[in-house]
């Protein structure tokens, strides 16, 4: 009788810690899910099924998205006419935030395939309106997202030869450009070549 007391015990003990485990197992923390760049098996399908569900066959078959871990400040891109959806590999740190931004991707691209070739507004009506069938009728034109801000290298330097300051720039100058402080002081604030800037540094 003793014996089998302990035996049921230990059934008991045995299922009741599979039963105590066993919601555990299936979900995987943040950190244990792996960094994939590249395309995307899971987030593929299921755009597929959005785009079938609003009849877009094509698009449905064509289909990508991509982690693109060159993106920074940008959460989400969207290539047409490749139906190519690159996102941010950062926005797996934020909730709900990679359907969003894959949906409102997909939007752009909805918009372009039925806007037929004809040219439309990035975040027209069009855009809002294939936001409304895929489900988020509230998207914003720009995420809030707290992802770095790209910073642009200025890669040119220039000097004005008379006062010896120096301007850097992302671009080159398109045209002459002159030393603004000195036109100012010299010549009234009209260019004068005197004070054109001259080029140090290309990057
Ligand atoms: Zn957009
Ligand atoms: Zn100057």
């Keep these: 009788m003793a014996g089998r007391t302990a035996l049921?015990?230990?059934?008991?003990?045995?299922?009741?810690?599979?039963?105590?485990?066993?919601?555990m197992s299936p979900k995987p923390t943040p950190a244990a899910k792996p960094q994939i760049l590249g395309r995307d098996d899971i987030l593929e399908a299921q755009s597929r099924d959005w785009l079938s569900a609003i009849g877009l066959k094509e698009g449905a078959q064509k289909v990508q998205v991509v982690w693109n871990g060159k993106l920074r400040s940008t959460a989400g891109y969207a290539r047409w006419p490749q139906w190519l959806v690159e996102l941010n590999p950062r926005l797996r740190e934020y909730d709900g935030q990679v359907e969003r931004t894959l949906k409102h991707e997909l939007a752009h691209l909805v918009a372009y395939s039925r806007s037929n070739r004809r040219r439309i507004e990035p975040h027209g009506v069009e855009w809002r309106q294939a936001c409304i069938d895929l489900g988020i009728p509230d998207e914003n034109v720009r995420h809030t997202l707290p992802l770095p801000?790209?910073?642009?290298?200025?890669?040119?330097?220039?000097?004005?030869?008379?006062?010896?300051?120096?301007v850097e720039r992302v671009r080159k100058f398109r045209r002459y450009s002159a030393c603004l402080t000195c036109c100012r002081k010299h010549n009234e604030g009209r260019y004068d070549a005197r004070f054109q800037f001259v080029l140090l540094k290309k990057g």
């Design 149 to 166: 801000r790209t910073r642009q290298q200025r890669k040119f330097a220039y000097k004005c030869g008379h006062c010896g300051i120096t």
């Design 8 to 23: 049921r015990q230990m059934m008991f003990t045995f299922l009741d810690a599979i039963s105590a485990h066993m919601p």
